[in-house]
C-alpha cells in the first residue's frame, strides 16, 4: 500500500513545518533522512494522522491519513520515550492492542507474536520503569506492528539498541518489507541506513530536496566533487600519473596518502584500475570518502 503527499504544506503559526511536500512511498524500506528543523517528524505526524495538512493531501492507500479507514493499516512508532511506566512491557503492548478492538484472546495472541519478533518474549515481565533504552524501543515497535499494518512508519526507531539488536531488528524490517509492507524509517544513523533502506527521501528547510537510491541520488551530482583516498607503494608517482588524465580535478600526498578529487568517477575508476595492473603501481586500498550518506546530504542540503 502507498502512502503518498499531494502538495502538503503544514503550518505552525507562522512557522512553515514542510512546505509544498509532493512524493510517493511504495512497498519497501524508504529512509527519511534530514537535518534536525528540516521537517521529519512533521512529516510522520502528517503520514500517521495526527497532524492534518494545512494545504495538499496525504493518503494512505486511497485513505486521508487521518481516517479510520488509514490508521487501522498504519503502525506506528514514535521518538518519544514516555510510557506507562508502572505496565510491564507486555501489559503495555497488550494495552495497545486491545485499543485496535481485538477481544481479549485475540489482543494476547498478537501480543505474544510481536514481542516475538521484537526480541522481547523473554523480558516483558519487567517493568518499564526498569527497562532500557534499547528495550523501550523494541516496546514501542512491538505495538506498532500488533495490528499487522501495511504501512509502518518508524521515527528513530534503533536508537539505544546494541549492535546485535540494530542487526536482527533490521532483518525483521526486512523481512517486513519482503511481505509487501510500506516501511518509512527515520533515522540518524545513517550508515545502517544505507545498509537497510532501498530508497532514500531526503527534506531540508521542509521540502523534498531528493528522493532514490543512494547511487541514483549521487550521480545526479555530476558537478560536485567526488573524493577518494588511495594507499599505495608509490603515492607521488601515482598522483603525477592521475593528474595526466582530463577526469581528476586535483590530488593530494600527505603522509603517503593520496586523495583525488574528479567529477567523473566513472571515468576516474577505470583509470586507476588500468594504472593499478601496471608493475611501478601497486595499490593496497582505494575508499571513497563521501559517496555515502552524510556526504550526499551535505551536498543536497544547501540547495534546498
Known amino acids: 500500500m502507498d502512502l503518498s503527499f499531494d502538495k502538503v504544506t503544514k503550518f505552525y503559526g507562522p512557522v512553515i513545518g514542510v512546505n509544498d511536500v509532493s512524493c510517493q512511498v511504495t512497498p519497501g524500506i524508504t529512509g527519511l533522512l534530514g537535518a534536525n528543523g528540516a521537517g521529519k517528524s512533521t512529516l510522520l505526524k502528517l503520514a500517521s494522522g495526527q497532524l492534518r495538512p494545512s494545504l495538499g493531501d496525504v493518503r494512505v492507500g486511497q485513505h486521508r491519513a487521518w481516517s479510520s479507514a488509514a490508521k487501522r493499516r498504519l503502525g506506528y512508532c514514535p521518538d518519544i520515550n ?3 511506566e508502572e ?3 507486555r501489559e503495555f503492548v497488550l494495552a495497545m492492542t486491545r485499543l485496535y478492538g481485538y477481544s481479549l484472546g485475540e489482543a494476547r495472541r498478537r501480543t505474544e507474536a510481536a514481542l516475538e ?5 523473554d523480558r516483558a515481565t519487567r517493568r518499564l520503569a526498569g527497562c532500557s533504552h534499547g528495550m523501550r524501543q523494541r516496546i514501542k515497535l512491538a505495538q506498532a506492528l500488533v495490528n499487522d499494518p501495511e504501512v509502518l512508519l518508524l521515527d528513530e526507531p534503533m536508537t539505544g539498541i546494541d549492535p546485535a539488536g540494530r ?3 533490521g532483518e525483521l524490517l526486512t523481512r517486513k518489507a519482503a511481505t509487501g509492507m510500506t516501511v518509512l524509517v527515520s533515522t540518524h544513523i545513517l550508515s545502517e541506513l544505507e545498509e537497510l533502506a532501498e530508497r532514500i527521501l531526503m527534506i531540508g528547510r521542509g521540502r523534498v530536496i ?3 537510491t543512494l547511487p541514483e541520488i549521487r550521480r545526479l551530482l555530476a558537478n560536485e566533487p567526488f573524493v577518494v ?3 599505495c607503494g608509490a603515492p607521488r608517482r601515482l598522483a603525477a600519473r592521475l593528474l595526466e588524465h582530463a577526469a581528476v580535478l586535483a590530488v593530494e600526498v600527505r603522509d603517503e596518502v593520496l586523495t583525488v578529487r574528479t ?3 566513472d571515468e576516474f575508476f577505470a ?3 588500468a594504472l593499478a595492473s601496471e608493475p611501478d603501481i601497486e595499490v593496497t586500498r582505494l575508499e571513497t570518502l563521501d559517496a555515502g550518506a552524510d556526504a550526499v546530504f551535505a551536498y543536497l542540503e544547501p540547495r534546498a
Open 87 to 89: 505496565m510491564t512491557g
Open 229 to 231: 583516498r588511495i594507499d
Open 263 to 265: 567529477r567523473q568517477p
Open 117 to 121: 519478533e521484537v526480541g522481547m518474549s
Open 167 to 169: 542487526h536482527h531488528l
Open 82 to 84: 514516555t510510557f506507562y
Open 271 to 273: 583509470h586507476v584500475n
Open 210 to 212: 531528493a528522493t532514490g
